[in-house]
């Protein structure tokens, strides 16, 4: 079993960073995959980053050139810098991970941290 616990959420003005950090715990040994979701009201959860256990990254389109996901392995922190915020990055934004080898979602999930970013 693995735990997921986000930080880092809250309000933020536009054009302003914020950095979440999500610490893993529990049967962490080799988390393949590591991510980023997020579900503003409304709308469907979304992928907004991924990154491998070798460092491969994907972004969202809607994120690329502002968001940057990171990982610590020694720490078993993946990481969400997001700069350049827009009031449409307000959502909840949840931490996934999987320990399978190619996965290209999350099997272990956080209990999400809203971000409200205003214009």
């Known amino acids: 079993q693995v735990w997921l616990a986000e930080s880092g959420g809250g309000l933020v003005q536009a054009g302003r960073p914020l950095r979440l950090p999500c610490v893993a715990s529990g049967s962490t040994f080799v988390l393949n995959f590591m991510a980023w979701y997020r579900q503003a009201p409304g709308k469907q959860r979304e992928l907004a980053a991924a990154i491998t256990s070798g460092g491969s990254t994907n972004y969202a389109d809607s994120v690329k050139g502002r968001f940057t996901i990171s990982r610590n392995n020694t720490k078993n922190t993946v990481y969400l810098q997001m700069n350049s915020l827009k009031p449409e990055d307000t959502a909840v934004y949840y931490c996934?991970?999987?320990?399978?080898?190619?996965?290209?979602?999350?099997?272990?999930w956080g209990q999400g941290t809203q971000v409200t970013v205003s214009s």
């Open positions: 996934a991970a999987s320990r399978r080898r190619g996965a290209t979602t999350g099997d272990y």
